[in-house]
């Protein structure tokens, strides 16, 4: 086993060698020079002593095709070439000195050995400088992810203050509404148009307190009770909320998870987690609705960033892919694509995710379908 994989190595290391490429920018001048050394007549000697040379030409090229094995498999065979000229008499004899040829044969070597060794430590510092630039860029893209949240938890705590105090300022009358609205109620007979009247105000108010209950909700989440936790307890809570719904719109949910087999534990709120993906899930759920098919996909993943575990619990559906300028929008609060939506239900989720010192992120897939994807640091 251990001379198949050998002999594996050495064919991958020689068959760059042997390219086209080399070839014809090497190996065939390389022989054409030997075939002019033994065509040109002894008397001819500065003729001679350029062919001599031009070997070191033929093996640079192939020195910075191939680094070393290819500068010195054409030294090697440049010497060998050579030497019978050189050395043996046959056909048109090289009119040099012997100690100019031996040693010209020798610097054919070094050079060779030389720029081959040169090539190859410049081509692993380029390979590490490559290395350094994607890791660089990985970690920029990162920072940027987390400036890009600091900022939007910033926004989004300034507004939660804001409408927080807006949705108390709401309640406050609302409430003296509608215990006016039923005290009149109590008193107005059921059988006279204006009770239906009545009633509707009463829903019209209660309606209100709701939408200010979500504004609440968003300026305020409640307060976290973490705990340890396996993602897979999420998600074993989420699948049959959704179940019905998904079962009806021809949806197929696949909550097994394929990618992670171990259990990995983060610290947080089962409640407020599994709101998170609940809301994500029915997202999806709508939006692959008009289609009739497709499918959602749990996965957990454990990636080290900084020398720190974390967690990712992501959720992706087939449905059509978010608009590239929407992105950066999606967790903002009001904003919505829904003709009757608040736009709150994601901007509850960052503020959840924020609470757990988490990134709620999403991207489109290649091709279709949607990922949303939390990521919290491991216990």
Request: net charge neutral.
């Amino acid at each position: 086993m251990s001379d198949s994989k050998t002999l594996e190595g050495l064919k991958k290391d020689l068959r760059p060698v042997f390219s086209a490429r080399v070839i014809v920018t090497a190996w065939l001048p390389c022989l054409a020079i030997t075939t002019l050394h033994y065509l040109v007549p002894p008397q001819f000697a500065a003729a001679h002593d350029i062919l001599r040379r031009m070997y070191y030409l033929p093996i640079l090229f192939a020195a910075f095709s191939t680094g070393l094995p290819g500068a010195i498999a054409l030294s090697v065979f440049a010497s060998l070439s050579y030497f019978p000229h050189a050395f043996g008499g046959l056909m048109a004899h090289d009119p040099g000195g012997m100690i100019e040829k031996s040693l010209e044969i020798v610097l054919l070597n070094i050079v060779a050995v030389v720029a081959g060794l040169l090539v190859d430590r410049e081509r692993r510092e380029r390979e590490k400088q490559e290395k350094l630039a994607a890791r660089l860029s990985e970690s920029l893209e990162d920072q940027r992810r987390m400036e890009a949240q600091l900022i939007r938890a910033g926004k989004l705590g300034a507004l939660g203050e804001m409408t927080a105090g807006i949705a108390h300022e709401i309640k406050n009358p609302l409430h003296a509404m509608k215990g006016t609205a039923e005290i009149v109620r109590e008193v107005t007979p059921r059988d006279i148009p204006e009770s239906r009247m009545l009633d509707l105000l009463i829903g019209e108010i209660d309606r209100l307190g709701n939408v200010a209950e979500r504004f609440l909700s968003f300026a305020k989440p409640a307060p976290s009770d973490r705990v340890p936790l396996d993602f897979r307890n999420v998600v074993s809570r989420v699948v049959p909320l959704v179940d019905s719904q998904a079962r009806k719109a021809g949806i197929v949910i696949e909550p097994e998870n394929r990618e992670y087999k171990s259990s990995p534990v983060v610290m947080g709120d089962v409640d407020q987690l599994t709101q998170i993906f609940l809301n994500i899930a029915l997202n999806g759920i709508q939006a692959m609705a008009p289609a009739g098919e497709g499918r959602l996909r749990f996965a957990i993943r454990e990636e080290r960033q900084g020398g720190r575990k974390y967690v990712t619990l992501a959720l992706s559906n087939d449905g059509p892919p978010i608009p590239e300028d929407q992105l950066e929008k999606i967790f903002d609060p009001f904003f919505t694509t829904k003709d009757d939506g608040t736009g709150l239900g994601l901007s509850v989720c960052s503020r959840i995710a924020d609470q757990h010192e988490g990134i709620l992120a999403v991207r489109n897939l290649p091709g279709s379908g949607v990922e949303f994807s939390l990521t919290l640091p491991a216990v």
